[in-house]
C-alpha cells in the first residue's frame, strides 16, 4: 500500500505540473461537455456494465461524464483498449477521444500521455487540430522537444494537420533532438577508449523491427507547410529534409542555385551526418554551401517563430472547434438511437425465441397422447445393440517339464 500511495502522490505533482501548461482559453473549450441528458437510463452506464456491454455511445457517454477530479485513468486505458480490440473500433466518434485527451492531459504526466498517443494499435485515440495543438502547447511550454518528437512525427506524416505551429513545431523538434544527439556522439568519443571485445553465445537471434528515424525526420521536414517560414528558414529546412532522407540528386539541383542562405548551425548537422552516412558528398556539400552560410541562429528564429504561432492560431483553432461540437452532438445524438434500435432489436428475438421454445413445451404436452404410439416406435428405433462381452482367446496350461527335480527343503537348527 505505501508503493501505491507514493506511486499517486508523484502522478499528482505531475498533474499539478502539466494543468499550468495549457492556456485558460483552451481550457474553457476543453471543458465543454455535450448534452446527454436525453439518456433514458443513466444509471446503467456504470465500470461493470461497460465493460460487458461496450459500444461507441456507452464509451462516449462514459468519457464525457467522468469528473476531472476522478481517479479513473486505469479504468479509461482499459475501456480504450477493449473497445479498440473489438469489431466496433472503426466507430469510434471523435467526441470520445476529444474527451479522453482532456482527462489524460489534466491526469497523466506528459511522458504517460505521449506513450498513449502514441500507440494508436493499443488505444486508438487520433489528435485533431484542437487536441493537437493543446498537447503540443504543453510540450512546448516544458521545452520537451525530444519527448514529443514520435509524436508530431505521427501528427505530420500520417495524419497532415494543417496547423502551421504543429508543422513549426516539428522542425523545431527535429532539430533540437538532431543537434543534442551529434553532441552527445562527440563526448562519447572524447570518452571512449577502444577496449576489448566481448563475445557471448546466445540461443538465438532475433531480427528486430528498426525504422531509420532520420529518414523519418527527412520525410517529415519536407512534407511540412512552410508558408509561414521565412526564406532562409524555407531554404534551411528543405535542404536539411534532404540530406536527412538522403536524396542527394534533388538536392545537387538545389545547390546549383545560387541564390539560397543557409543558417551556420544547421550547416554544422548537415556536416555531421554526411560525415558519417556519405563520404563522399561530404566534401562536395562543404566545397559549395560554405560560401552561403549565414551566421545567424536558426534556433532562437524558431523560438521567436512558435511564440509567434502560439498566439497568433489560438483563437482561429478555438473558434473552429466550437463549431464542431453541434455536429459532434447530432453525430452522438445518431449513435445513440442506433445503439438503442440494435438493443431493442435483440431483446425483440430474444423475446420471439423464449415464446416459441414456449410453444413448443406446449405442443409437446397437448398432443402427447395422440402421438403417443408415434414416440414410442421412435424410442424403440432407436435402441443400441451392444456385442456380447468378449474376453479374448484362451490361454493353454504351461506344461511342467517331467524330469523336473524340485529342490530339497529342509529345516536349519
Not at 498537447?135 to 519527448?147: A, G, I, N, P, T
Request: aromatic share 10%.
Amino acid at each position: 500500500m505505501l508503493i501505491v500511495r507514493s506511486i499517486f502522490i508523484s502522478n499528482v505533482n505531475f498533474i499539478k505540473s502539466s494543468t499550468r501548461c495549457i492556456s485558460n482559453e483552451l481550457r474553457k473549450v476543453f471543458h465543454t461537455r455535450l448534452d446527454n441528458t436525453n439518456v433514458l437510463n443513466q444509471s446503467q452506464f456504470q465500470l461493470a456494465y461497460l465493460r460487458k456491454n461496450i459500444n461507441e455511445f456507452n464509451l462516449d457517454f462514459f468519457l464525457n461524464n467522468v469528473s476531472q477530479s476522478d481517479d479513473r485513468r486505469s479504468a479509461i486505458l482499459d475501456l480504450l483498449s477493449r473497445f479498440r480490440a473489438s469489431k466496433l473500433a472503426n466507430k469510434t466518434l471523435e467526441s470520445t477521444q476529444f474527451a479522453a485527451v482532456r482527462y489524460l492531459l489534466e491526469n497523466c504526466s506528459l511522458e504517460e500521455l505521449v506513450a498513449i498517443l502514441t500507440d494508436r494499435l493499443q488505444y486508438g485515440i487520433f489528435l485533431n487540430n484542437f487536441t493537437g495543438f493543446a498537447v503540443l502547447q504543453s510540450l512546448y511550454k516544458e521545452k520537451d522537444y525530444k519527448l514529443g518528437l514520435p509524436l508530431v512525427l505521427k501528427l505530420i506524416l500520417h495524419d497532415g494537420l494543417d496547423s502551421s505551429f504543429v508543422g513549426a513545431f516539428c522542425v523545431k523538434s527535429c532539430f533540437m533532438v538532431l543537434k543534442h544527439n551529434f553532441e552527445e556522439v562527440h563526448q562519447q568519443e572524447l570518452e571512449n577508449s577502444p577496449g576489448k571485445e566481448e563475445k557471448m553465445r546466445v540461443k538465438f537471434l532475433r531480427n528486430p523491427l528498426t525504422i531509420d528515424k532520420y529518414a523519418e525526420m527527412g520525410k517529415a521536414l519536407l512534407k511540412v507547410d512552410k508558408h509561414c517560414l521565412s526564406d532562409a528558414m524555407r531554404e534551411s529546412v528543405s535542404i536539411l529534409g534532404l540530406v536527412l532522407s538522403k536524396r542527394f540528386t534533388d538536392l545537387e539541383k538545389i545547390l546549383e542555385n545560387k541564390s539560397y542562405r543557409l543558417y551556420e548551425d544547421v550547416y554544422i548537422i548537415c556536416l555531421e551526418f554526411l560525415k558519417k552516412h556519405n563520404h563522399e558528398f561530404y566534401h562536395k556539400f562543404n566545397k559549395i554551401v560554405d560560401q552561403r552560410v549565414q551566421k545567424q541562429s536558426f534556433e532562437n528564429d524558431m523560438d521567436m517563430l512558435l511564440k509567434e504561432l502560439l498566439v497568433k492560431e489560438e483563437p482561429s483553432i478555438i473558434k473552429c472547434q466550437q463549431e464542431v461540437f453541434r455536429l459532434w452532438q447530432e453525430k452522438c445524438e445518431f449513435a445513440r438511437q442506433s445503439v438503442q434500435q440494435e438493443s431493442n432489436e435483440n431483446e425483440r428475438k430474444m423475446h420471439i425465441g423464449k415464446v416459441l421454445n414456449e410453444i413448443s413445451a406446449k405442443e409437446e404436452h397437448l398432443w402427447y397422447f395422440d402421438r403417443e404410439e408415434h414416440i414410442e416406435l421412435q424410442i424403440y428405433n432407436k435402441r443400441v445393440f451392444y456385442p456380447k462381452r468378449w474376453f479374448g482367446k484362451k490361454k493353454k496350461p504351461r506344461s511342467i517339464d517331467e524330469d523336473y527335480v524340485p529342490p530339497e527343503i529342509r529345516r536349519i537348527n
